[in-house]
C-alpha cells in the first residue's frame, strides 16, 4: 500500500504534505480509527454485534472536530454514545491540541522565539492561525514541571559549586530594568556537573538574597560544599559561612580574565593575556605575588584597572594557589558554566524584555533544563581528569567527600 502511495506522490497525482496531503488523511484515519476502538471498548461490544441490544448505551453517530497535531490542523469524525458518558483519551473532549503540537510550541518557545516568532512559525510549518494565548497557555503549562525541576533532591556534598550571572531585562512598576540572573552549578563527587537551578536577583541586600538561595540549596539536601566559586557577588561568602562554615570561597579565575580582556584593546589582549598566565599558574602565593608585580611594571601604566581588578580579588584568589594541579585543574575548567550562560545569553538576548520576573524565570529555567539534559541528562556531563582530583581533595578535605 505504502509503494502504490509513493508511486502516486512520485507520479504527481497525489500530494504528500499539506492540509489535503496523504499524510494528513492517514493521521486523520488513524486517529478515527484508534477512537472507534476507543468506544468499543468503552461499550463492551464490536459495531454490529447483537450482544448491544438492550445494553443500555449504543453508538450515536459522530461529531465534528479540527484538532491541531504536528502536521498542522486535520478535521476528524469524533464518535459518541447515546448516553454521553465516552470520554476518549487518545483525543480528550475538550482538547483542540495534541501533545505533540503542544510540545512543538515548547520546543520553539525553549529556543528563545518571541510569541510573534512562534506564530509565524507554526503558520508557516502547519497551515494554522495560532493565538498568542494559546501559546502563553501551552508555555505556563510547563511551569509547574519547571517548579518541580528547581525544587528537586540534590547530592549531599559537591566539592565544587560555581555560581555565574548574565543579565536579563525585565519590565518592573512599568520600567524596564536590568536585573541578575544566577545560575547554580554543582559538580558532584563522581565528577559530574548539574545545572542545580536559576534565580533571579531581587535588587534588595545582597546577603539576605544569597542567604535565601544558599538555604533553598541547603534544604534540598546538600550538607557540604568544599569550594564555591564564584565572581565578587555582594553578600555571598557571608551567606556561604552561614549556609556551609567550612566552604572555602574561591574567586573564578575565569571571571577575573573575563574581567582583564574587557579593560585592554583588542590588539593587547593575547599579550596581556599571556602576561597573566603566571599569576594563576604560580606553584605558590609568594611566586604569585613576584608575577603580580611584574605584571604591574609591564602593564600597569596602560591598564591600570587589570591590575586593580586582581589586586581587589586577591584574598578571594589565592586560595585557588593552595592545591596541586589536580584539583586546579577541574576549578579552573568552568567550560560547562560558559557554555550553559552562552546557551541563556543566546535565547534571552531576542526578547528585548521580559514582561514580568515569572516570565523571565520560566524561559531560562526551561533553557537551563534543557541545556543540562541535552547535555548528559540526569547523570550530567563529566570532567576530565576527576579520580586524580578526586585523590586529591580527599587529602586536602580528609572526611568530607562520603565516599563510603
Not at 162 to 168: E, F, G, H, R, S
Not at 234 to 245: M, R
Amino acid at each position: 500500500m505504502i509503494d502504490a502511495v509513493m508511486a502516486g506522490v512520485d507520479a504527481g497525482g497525489l500530494e504528500l504534505l499539506g492540509p489535503d496531503g496523504v499524510v494528513a488523511e492517514l493521521t486523520k484515519r488513524i486517529l478515527e480509527r484508534g477512537l472507534a476502538e476507543e468506544l468499543t471498548d468503552d461499550l463492551g461490544y464490536e459495531l454490529g454485534d447483537p450482544a448491544g441490544r438492550g445494553s443500555g448505551n449504543n453508538r450515536n453517530g459522530t461529531s465534528a472536530k479540527t484538532v491541531l497535531t504536528e502536521i498542522g490542523a486535520v478535521d476528524l469524525d469524533i464518535p459518541r454514545d447515546r448516553n454521553g458518558t465516552f470520554d476518549p483519551k487518545l483525543v480528550p473532549t475538550h482538547a483542540r491540541r495534541l501533545a505533540g503540537f503542544n510540545a512543538n510550541i515548547v520546543h520553539l518557545y525553549a529556543r528563545g522565539l518571541t510569541t510573534r516568532d512562534i506564530r509565524r512559525e507554526l503558520g508557516r510549518m502547519y497551515g494554522v492561525e495560532v493565538s498568542p494565548t494559546l501559546i502563553s497557555r501551552v508555555t505556563d503549562g510547563i511551569v509547574d514541571e519547571l517548579n518541580e525541576w528547581q525544587a528537586r533532591p540534590l547530592d549531599a556534598v559537591y566539592p565544587i559549586m560555581y555560581i555565574d550571572a548574565l543579565v536579563v531585562k525585565v519590565r518592573t512598576s512599568g520600567t524596564v530594568i536590568n536585573r541578575a540572573a544566577y545560575l547554580g552549578v554543582g559538580v558532584d563527587v563522581e565528577g559530574r556537573k548539574h545545572v542545580l537551578g536559576v534565580w533571579l536577583g531581587d535588587g534588595g541586600e545582597g546577603a539576605k538574597f544569597w542567604l535565601a538561595v544558599l538555604t533553598e540549596i541547603r534544604n534540598r539536601g546538600v550538607t557540604d560544599v568544599l569550594i564555591v566559586c564564584c565572581d565578587g557577588l555582594k553578600g555571598l561568602p557571608d551567606a556561604i559561612e552561614v549556609t556551609w562554615p567550612q566552604a572555602l570561597v574561591q574567586t573564578c579565575v575565569i571571571h577575573l580574565l573575563r574581567a582583564s580582556t574587557r579593560l585592554c584593546s583588542w590588539k593587547d589582549r593575547r599579550a596581556v593575556t599571556a602576561a597573566l598566565r603566571p599569576i594563576y599558574t604560580a606553584p605558590t602565593v609568594e611566586a604569585a605575588a613576584d608575577a603580580m608585580d611584574t605584571f604591574e611594571l609591564e602593564w600597569g601604566d596602560r591598564y591600570p584597572g587589570i591590575v586593580k581588578v586582581w589586586r581587589s580579588a586577591w584574598e578571594q584568589f589565592t586560595p585557588f594557589l593552595r592545591f596541586p594541579p589536580e584539583i586546579r585543574k577541574v576549578v579552573y575548567t568552568t567550560n560547562l558554566v560558559e557554555s550553559v550562560n552562552y546557551q541563556l545569553r543566546k535565547i534571552t538576548k531576542t526578547r528585548g524584555h521580559f514582561p514580568t520576573d515569572e516570565a523571565a524565570l520560566k524561559l531560562l529555567r526551561l533553557g537551563a533544563r534543557n541545556i543540562s539534559d541535552k547535555r548528559g541528562g540526569d547523570l550530567g556531563t563529566g570532567t576530565q581528569g576527576w579520580q586524580r582530583a578526586l585523590n586529591a581533595f580527599e587529602i586536602h578535605f580528609p572526611g568530607r567527600l562520603s565516599l563510603t
